[in-house]
T-cell receptor, first 112, second 109 residues
Framework: DAEITQSPRHKITETGRQVTLACHQT?????MFWYRQDLGHGLRLIHY???????NKGEVSDGYSVSRSNTEDLPLTLESAASSQTSVYFC???????????FGPGTRLLVL | GQNIDQPTEMTATEGAIVQINCTYQ??????LFWYQQHAGEAPTFLSY??LDGLEEKGRFSSFLSRSKGYSYLLLKELQMKDSASYLC??????????WGAGTKLIIKP
C-alpha cells in the first residue's frame, strides 16, 4: 500500500544545531508540503513543492529550508535550531492542487 | 488577512448528534476540507465541499454555503472513538490550504 513516512518520530536537539527531518512518500504524488502544528494554532505551512527541483516558501519559512531531488522525498532542514522551533512537524502530499492532502505520522521536535 | 474560525472545544453525549461550525474569510475559494485528528496522530481526511449544499458520508455530513463563508460538520450517532479534534481548512485562490485551529470534541458516555 502507498504511504507517507517521516523520520525520526521524536528528536531532541540543542539550540544552534542543524537538524534534518525526513519525509518519504510512495503515492507518486507531485505535491509535497511541510507544516508545523502548535497548540492554539492551526497547521502552518513551512515550505512546499509542486515537483522535482521545485520549492516554495510558505507562511513560516524563516529558519527552514527544503530541497526536492526526486518525487518521493522532501527533507526539511532547520539551519540553526531555535527553541521557538519546538513543535510537531507534519509532512503531507497530494496528487494535484485541488486533491486531498495525505499526512505522515509527524515528528515531535524538542529544541533545548 | 485570511481567517478561519471554529469553536475551540465542544462536548457531546454518546449516541447524540453534534454540529461543528466553521466560518472563513479567505482570498478566493477553491474548496473546503474537514479533517479528523486524534490526539498524537496525523490529520486524516473526512470530507471536501466545493459547491453549496450537503455532502453525506455515513455518520458524517458536511455542509457549505459559499455566500455566507460558512460550513459545518455534522456527526450523528456519536461514538467514543469520535473524540478527536476536527480541523476545517479552505483552499484559497493560490491553492494553499488555510487551516483553522481545530475544534476538540469530547464525547461523554
Amino acid at each position: 500500500d502507498a504511504e507517507i513516512t517521516q523520520s525520526p518520530r521524536h528528536k531532541i536537539t540543542e539550540t544552534g544545531r542543524q537538524v534534518t527531518l525526513a519525509c518519504h512518500q510512495t503515492w507518486n504524488h507531485n505535491n509535497m508540503f511541510w507544516y508545523r502544528q502548535d497548540l492554539g494554532h492551526g497547521l502552518r505551512l513551512i515550505h512546499y513543492s509542486y515537483g522535482v527541483h521545485d520549492t516554495n516558501k510558505g507562511e513560516v519559512s524563516d529558519g527552514y529550508s527544503v530541497s526536492r531531488s526526486n518525487t518521493e522525498d522532501l527533507p526539511l532542514t532547520l539551519e540553526s535550531a531555535a527553541s521557538s522551533q519546538t513543535s510537531v512537524y507534519f509532512c503531507a502530499s497530494s496528487d494535484s492542487y485541488q486533491e486531498t492532502q495525505y499526512f505522515g505520522p509527524g515528528t515531535r521536535l524538542l529544541v533545548l | 488577512g485570511q481567517n478561519i474560525d471554529q469553536p475551540t472545544e465542544m462536548t457531546a453525549t454518546e449516541g447524540a448528534i453534534v454540529q461543528i461550525n466553521c466560518t472563513y474569510q479567505t482570498s478566493g475559494f477553491n474548496g473546503l476540507f474537514w479533517y479528523q485528528q486524534h490526539a498524537g496522530e496525523a490529520p486524516t481526511f473526512l470530507s471536501y465541499n466545493v459547491l453549496d449544499g450537503l455532502e453525506e458520508k455515513g455518520r458524517f455530513s458536511s455542509f457549505l454555503s459559499r455566500s455566507k463563508g460558512y460550513s459545518y460538520l455534522l456527526l450523528k450517532e456519536l461514538q467514543m472513538k469520535d473524540s478527536a479534534s476536527y480541523l476545517c481548512a479552505v483552499l484559497d485562490s493560490n491553492y494553499q490550504l488555510i487551516w483553522g485551529a481545530g475544534t476538540k470534541l469530547i464525547i461523554k458516555p
